[in-house]
């Protein structure tokens, strides 16, 4: 795996955006960058995913640098429901996938 | 679509009793799975490598007699846990892989395993 450096904790007003950074600066040319989220014990939820193009789904739009080595996940209108760990991976071929520490984003009312 | 279940979702075991611990894919086939650890505000730590019909793959430290992996078809992959202590109490995830580039990994819910 790419390694990948977040920062430990975010908090975001309920109704604001949500930007969560992500250095990957190691990744590698054919490798994806994945977001995933784990609420409190909960399997981790997938978020979105990208390799070199902006992204946006349902639930967020990933914003990936020119040069891949960072990206950030933007969730437009933070709700409560989106207090959570957010991750960032960029697996590697053999497709393990290995878990950092994470962003803990708490959504305040 | 992609949806993986995980059972049970709790269990409370005696020490030294073994604890069995299923992972099933319900609409897809997973020739791969992974199973992970993860403690009390940790990280998810991946344990090992489940392929369909051969042996597991396990991290380094991770100790394959205690968690005994089985990938026996291509929708069920079981972990468990033998001879359980109270430090082997933690929460248990699998998950799996859909497709490649696809939308990467479906995770079970977890299993909270408790030794007593």
């Known amino acids: 795996d790419a390694k990948t450096t977040q920062p430990t904790s975010m908090d975001c007003a309920e109704g604001r955006a949500a930007n969560l950074p992500c250095n990957h600066s190691?990744?590698?040319?054919?490798?994806?960058v994945y977001w995933y989220r784990q609420i409190h014990s909960q399997g981790p939820q997938y978020i979105i995913h990208?390799?070199?193009n902006n992204e946006t789904n349902e639930m967020a739009s990933l914003i990936i640098t020119e040069d891949r080595k960072s990206s950030t996940l933007i969730l437009p209108h933070a709700t409560l429901r989106d207090t959570a760990v957010y991750y960032c991976?960029?697996?590697?071929?053999?497709?393990?996938?290995?878990f950092g520490t994470g962003t803990s984003l708490t959504v305040i009312p | 679509g992609a949806v993986v279940s995980q059972h049970p979702s709790r269990v409370i075991c005696k020490s030294g009793t073994s604890v069995k611990i299923e992972c099933r894919s319900l609409?897809?086939?997973?020739?791969?799975m992974f199973w992970y650890r993860q403690f009390p505000k940790q990280s998810l730590m991946l344990m090992a490598t489940s392929n369909e019909g051969s042996k597991a793959t396990y991290e380094q430290g991770v100790e394959k007699d205690k968690f005994l992996i089985n990938h026996a078809s291509l929708t069920l992959s079981t972990l468990t846990v033998t001879s359980a202590h109270p430090e082997d109490s933690s929460f248990y995830i699998c998950?799996?892989?859909?497709?490649?580039?696809?939308?990467?990994?479906?995770f079970g819910s977890g299993t909270r395993l408790t030794v007593v």
């Open positions: 991976i960029a697996p590697n071929t053999g497709n393990q996938f290995y």
């Open positions: 190691t990744i590698s040319g054919n490798e994806y």
């Open positions: 998950s799996a892989r859909t497709r490649p580039g696809g939308k990467g990994y479906t």
């Open positions: 609409d897809f086939q997973a020739t791969t």
């Open positions: 990208g390799l070199k």
